[in-house]
């Protein structure tokens, strides 16, 4: 997640113009809800085959995903570490069947890997993506970015994980993005890449500096446009719908540069999600695994899967073909 520049020539890359919050006791009452915005669905019915889906994301997976990739020391890109990541990723995501995964972008190194809609017809794409990339100010031998932005690779990677057991009518593209650091390259190459073979890219959420909740007050903030307005609604009304525990969405509380950057300047629907707030730790060498809230991390899947798996189409059951991913060693 880039940090506010001074600098003109990044001011579109700005970032986290609102991250310095008050403590609250809960979401500010003082925003306006998420359910007062104009809803483009049809009333949402609780489906129990996405609540199955959903309950089957894990804590554990976030955190172990998140310490793996700490352990390259920086992913600062041009440092070995990112490298050797783009190398973990393409291993852990190829483990998974049903998943055709692949690099992007050349030198940038996308991760990229995708479960093929059942319908031939159909050219609707729907993405779920985080940078795997660190930066630490003035350091980048030290940048272990556990919560900037590996526990945001880590909900990727259990949308992944969790949804190749089930089958879709739309093809599902879950995204490891490279150089978010340094300017979104990784990103913005996908959706040129995608835009110029016609891609029908119906919706992406992003996952960046959104597992830090050190006070266990599970705040999720959702970053979204006029255009991706219902999806937020949505993303309401599924936390209350599949009882995902105590989770409270603020909206656009934070004006972070990320990911879903790109796709919002080429008029595609994102939606980014974010912690309440940014730690001193941010950016630093001391953005390490403890500071994970692996519970907060896994409501935010649960409510992203929730509507990926809804207007993705699922089956009415899991895939018969479907196997249990291996466990990690």
Same mark, same amino acid.
């Given at each position: ?17 609102? %991250? ?41 997976? /976030? ?11 920086? !992913? ?11 190398? @973990? ?6 483990? /998974? ?5 692949? @690099? ?18 159909? =050219?609707?794409? #729907?993405? %779920?993506?985080?940078? @795997?990339?660190?930066? =630490? ?19 990727? &990677?259990? #949308? ?6 089930? !089958? ?30 016609? %891609?029908?890219? !119906?919706? #992406? /959420? ?21 255009? +991706?307005?219902? /999806? ?9 719908? #599949? ?5 409270? &969405? ?21 939606? +980014? ?12 060498? !001391?953005?390490?695994?403890?500071? %994970? ?12 899967? +929730? ?23």
């Amino acid at each position: 997640m880039n940090k506010p520049s001074f600098s003109l020539s990044l001011l579109l890359v700005s970032a986290c113009a609102a %991250v310095l919050v008050p403590p609250l006791k809960a979401a500010d009452p003082a925003r306006a809800p998420l359910s007062a915005v104009p809803a483009e669905q049809p009333a949402a019915v609780f489906d129990p085959i996405i609540a199955d889906m959903i309950a089957q994301v894990g804590e554990r997976e /976030i955190h172990d995903t998140a310490a793996a990739l700490q352990g390259f020391t920086s !992913r600062a890109w041009g440092q070995p570490g990112n490298v050797k990541a783009a190398a @973990y990723l393409h291993e852990r995501l190829g483990q /998974i069947a049903g998943l055709t995964v692949g @690099y992007q972008g050349g030198e940038l190194k996308n991760v990229v890997a995708t479960l093929q809609g059942m319908d031939p017809q159909s =050219a609707d794409v #729907y993405v %779920v993506g985080a940078h @795997y990339d660190s930066m =630490a100010a003035g350091d980048a031998i030290q940048a272990p970015g556990a919560t900037d932005n590996a526990a945001g690779v880590g909900v990727v &990677l259990e #949308y992944a994980r969790v949804m190749s057991l089930y !089958r879709f009518r739309h093809t599902l593209v879950f995204a490891c993005w490279n150089r978010e650091e340094t300017g979104m390259q990784g990103s913005a190459n996908w959706v040129d890449q995608a835009l110029s073979r016609s %891609v029908n890219v !119906r919706l #992406y /959420i992003n996952n960046d500096s959104c597992c830090f909740d050190p006070d266990g007050r599970y705040v999720l903030d959702l970053i979204f446009n006029s255009q +991706s307005a219902a /999806i937020g609604n949505m993303m309401a009304g599924n936390v209350a719908l #599949y009882k995902i525990g105590f989770l409270k &969405l603020t909206d656009n509380l934070h004006k972070c540069g990320g990911d879903y950057s790109p796709f919002w300047k080429k008029n595609l629907t994102a939606v +980014s999600t974010h912690q309440e707030v940014h730690g001193a730790h941010y950016h630093t060498a !001391r953005d390490t695994v403890e500071r %994970v809230n692996t519970r907060y991390a896994r409501m935010n899947a649960q409510v992203g899967m +929730s509507v990926i798996a809804r207007l993705a189409q699922h089956q009415p059951v899991a895939s018969a073909d479907s196997q249990t991913p291996p466990s990690r060693p």
